[in-house]
C-alpha cells in the first residue's frame, strides 16, 4: 500500500541525519556523511590486542587474523599504524602473533585510560599524521574500542570500525557496541570491504596481494 506524504513527512536519507552529542561537556552536531576508504587519508589502529587480555575475548582467533590481514595490507600501501596496549605490565604486550606484522616506524603507546584519545601521547601522535578516516579495531568493542569512536567522532574525524577485527569477553556486549557505533555515526565495515576499497581496481598494482589477503581462510 502507498502511502502519501506530507510535508512534515518527508523521508530523509539515513546518511544525512545528523545526530548530537557531547565532547568535553560541549555539544556538537555532525552529518553522518562519509567518503570511501582511501590510503592516503587512512589511519589504522590497533587498540589493546594483547597477550593476557585476548584469551578472554570471545573469537579471539578471528580478531588476530583480521588484524594480521589489515597490518600487512596497511604496511604494503604505506597506511600509517598506531597500536595501543592498555597497562602492558599487568595485561602484557601485543600478541605474538601480530608483531612480525607492525611495521617497523609503527608508535606502539601504553595507556591507562579507556579512550585512547584521553591519553595524551595517542591523541598527539593521532594529530601528527593528519589522516580524515581512522580505522579501529581491537579490543574491547563496548569499552576502549567505543570509548574512543565516540572522542573521535567529537574531533570531526570519519571513524571506521572493523566488525570483524573487533571483540569481547560476552558476545551481548559486542553486539551492544555495534548498535551504539551505528546509532553515532561510526562507519561499520568488514577486513574485506576496507582491502577493496584500499584497493579500488583490478588495476592497482599491489591488486595480487589483496586478492590474496581476501581469499586467506583460518
Known sequence: MKRLQT????????LHIPFHFCYNGVASSVRTMYQRLCPETSLLVIIDVQERLLPAIHQQQQIIFNVRRLLEAA?????????????????????EELLP???????V??????????NESIRAEIE?????????CGVEAHVCVQQSAFDLLGTGKEVHVVVDAIGSHFAENRDTALRRFESSGTVLTSTESLLFEWCRSAE?????????LAKETQ
Open 101 to 107: 606484522f607492525v611495521p617497523a616506524d609503527t608508535a
Open 128 to 136: 601528527k599524521h593528519c589522516r580524515s578516516q581512522v580505522i579501529l
Open 204 to 212: 592497482h598494482p599491489q591488486f595480487k596481494m589483496f586478492s590474496r
Open 109 to 118: 603507546l601504553s595507556k591507562k585510560s579507556f579512550s585512547i584519545y584521553d
Open 75 to 95: 604496511s604494503a600501501l604505506g597506511v600509517p599504524v598506531i597500536v595501543t596496549e592498555q597497562y602492558p605490565q599487568g595485561l602484557g604486550g601485543t600478541v
Open 7 to 14: 510535508e512534515s513527512q518527508k523521508i530523509i536519507h539515513p
